[in-house]
């Protein structure tokens, strides 16, 4: 029976691999090991107790206690706080599903490749600030990392079989998100809500508005080179409204590999969860008959500057990674609770490298996960006051 563990399992990511697990069987044909949530005690007690988990943990060691009522009688063991994560992920499981959002996903996924399994990573953010780390630990401890995010997990499919040299180029693609087409002048004033309303997709809130600004497309570039090990020069981004291709591989023959499909994080899920093998999915077919057609556009970098910082980043590495992801978490915790603008975001995360610039450079082999740790505390810090500043000025 094969083991596995999700952290934050009641998220969009962690409900739909639930979903996809209690299809394939749940508890009948599954040990379930860990489960972790943040702040939804009642599903995260729901579900441990339908798949029958050893142990389920919360974010705030101040809810172990609810927690543990939620549980009673269940025989899950509770628990709580990111030491108490940690733990979890100090339990052997054959497939670990990574799905924490935002920084905090790092040191639990880090932890759980020391069993030498799987780790289907959908934690994109664990690969931008610490990637050199990450991938070496996988390769020390002879674990898998399997990519979850759809273009990741496109472009894997899209590489099956191939010699990564013959690889010339690699084309994520965009939807351009719920303000695409957006006057370039209205986009300063956007709020909450206009940049939730998001064309295709239904995700957490964060990646959703991070879609709107592209923070989350300038986020997979990084991923992109982390994880594939390709240069920055052979990452293009192209807007596809459509979002049916999810990423593309063009080989040096001038072939492109495309992989399509219904936008439903279901498959790529599914594929990470059944790799190697293509097992059935519960998502829509295509019926390319009625779509009729496919739309390209190239992405205009005054109107999505992340893409352009992500530049930036790749070209410092070290740990410029961790401090734009951090910038980037601080700009949007600003931005939701409205005391910046929509365009104010990109300013707070170029702002905060151009301060931390001195503190950035770091060879990729001598950087440590302290250190990771220590520059994502300090970019907080900065971003901090860089938004607060921008928001004094509106
Ligand atoms: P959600 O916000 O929906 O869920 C996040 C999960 O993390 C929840 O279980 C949440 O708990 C938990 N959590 C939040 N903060 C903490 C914390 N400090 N410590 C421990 N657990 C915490 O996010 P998504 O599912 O949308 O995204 C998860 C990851 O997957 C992200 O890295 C995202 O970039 C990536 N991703 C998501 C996609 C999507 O379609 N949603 C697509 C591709 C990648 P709770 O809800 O109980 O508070």
Redesign the pocket.
Known sequence: MRSISIF???????EQTVDLLLRAGGARTHRVVAL?????LAR?AEMARLLRAEIAVC?DPRDLRELRERLAGSGVEAAAGPEA?LEAADRPADWVMS????A??LAPGFRALRHGGTLAL????SLVTAGPLLMAEAARQRARILP???EHSAIFQALVGEDIAAVERIILTASGGALRDWPIERLAAATVAEALAHPN?T?????TIDSASMFNKALEVIETREFFGVAPDQIEVIIHPESLIHSMVGYRDGAIMAHMGAPD?RHSIGYALNWPERAALPVARLDLARIGQLTFRAPDLQRYPALRLAREVMARRGLAGAAFNAAKEVALDHFLAGGIGFMDMGCVVEATLEVLDPELGRENDRMTLEDVQAVDHLARQRAGEVARRQAGER
């Open positions: 934050g399992a009641t998220g969009s990511i962690g972790t949530g943040g702040r939804n995260l974010a994560l799905a924490i959002v935002g905090a996903g959908a934690n994109k953010e979850v995010d759809s997709w995700m957490g809130l964060r990646i994080m």
